[in-house]
């Protein structure tokens, strides 16, 4: 159980407050981060949102008041040291939150984790207000408002919120689907969120660089385990031909998923010295497996990693340590 009154307590005690998410933000650590983020500012709290990396361009229209920083160095570390307390969404892991998490743990910030990925052990978060079972960090933002908030949730806020559980559930499609998750977008629907507008925001706004590398990766999508794995890489030389960048990139191991037959999915992102694995399962396979043992986490179903070495050395042991797992899932050995 979640004591929300306790962190709210904590939350009323600091004037100063960071608030960010993981790197390569998606909607849930995004939405859960500026619906609390207007919430802070009606408690009139000095707070802040950083990010490690660019804010992809379907979730822009989240930053409608620049109120989202891309973490520069120069001109952030001196707020983020003197800050009271620091909010983290949605993280997984604290190393997802890359140079942010550095600063804030040096300088002894006190952090509270709001998530809905298993702890890590040795995580330096003074509280965790975890749930592995709900689909979205979002859903748990949305119960602190409920326990906390004496006037009701606003646009801005219901505006992150749904963006946060439609994200993460797919457009309501995936397994982890449930009655709450539609009460949150019932509620939203109520207070004035348009669907279909957020909807075309994140997902019918596609620059044509994205597109364009879509298609040279599903012309080189390669099926192994009689069909059911589906695997992708992407490498500079592939992203400078069509003028793509480390954001258009997200989605892509959805779709590929989607193929008829395949249960897993898998994309291997060569960047400079180290690859980014993304895993998605159907469900007929738990993946996280595979994504602990490169060192990575996340859920049985949505999982990745960050390995490092080029993708020439990485891709074969990342193969074989997948299709290993899944004949052992099936009860056969390779």
Not at 86 to 94: H, N, S
Not at 168 to 183: E, L, M, P, R, V
Request: hydrophobic share 40%.
């Amino acid at each position: 159980m979640i004591h929300w009154n306790e962190i709210h307590k904590r939350i009323e005690d600091a004037n100063s407050i960071v608030l960010t998410t993981h790197v390569n933000p998606d909607g849930d650590g995004l939405g859960s981060s500026v619906a609390m983020y207007y919430h802070l500012v009606e408690m009139k709290k000095d707070c802040r949102i950083f990010i490690v990396t660019p804010l992809p361009e379907e979730y822009q229209f989240l930053n409608k008041n620049n109120i989202i920083s891309c973490y520069d160095k120069k001109t952030d570390d001196t707020w983020i040291q003197n800050a009271d307390l620091a909010l983290i969404f949605d993280v997984g892991d604290f190393k997802r939150m890359k140079n942010v998490g550095e600063l804030l743990s040096v300088n002894d910030i006190p952090m509270i984790n709001i998530d809905h990925h298993p702890i890590r052990e040795n995580s330096p978060f003074l509280t965790n207000a975890v749930d592995t079972s709900v689909a979205a960090t979002g859903e748990l933002v949305y119960d602190y408002f409920n326990t906390v908030r004496k006037n009701a949730i606003t646009m801005e806020m219901w505006e992150g919120l749904y963006t946060a559980v439609v994200t993460d559930t797919g457009s309501f499609a995936y397994s982890n689907t449930t009655i709450k998750c539609h009460q949150i977008a019932m509620d939203a629907i109520q207070a004035g969120v348009n669907p279909a507008t957020i909807h075309q925001r994140i997902y019918e706004s596609n620059p044509i660089e994205k597109l364009r590398l879509l298609s040279k990766i599903l012309h080189n999508v390669q099926l192994d385990c009689n069909g059911e794995f589906a695997w992708f890489t992407i490498d500079e030389k592939m992203m400078q031909s069509v003028g793509a960048n480390k954001t258009h990139v997200d989605g892509f191991t959805d779709m590929v998923r989607s193929i008829n037959g395949v249960e897993v999915a898998m994309m291997i992102f060569e960047n400079e010295d180290s690859c980014r694995v993304n895993l998605r399962s159907k469900g007929k396979y738990i993946v996280n497996t595979i994504a602990l043992e490169l060192g990575g986490g996340g859920h049985k179903l949505a999982c990745g990693a960050v390995v490092r070495g080029r993708l020439d050395e990485v891709l074969p042991r990342v193969l074989e340590l997948t299709k290993s797992e899944i004949a052992e899932q099936n009860g056969m050995k390779l």
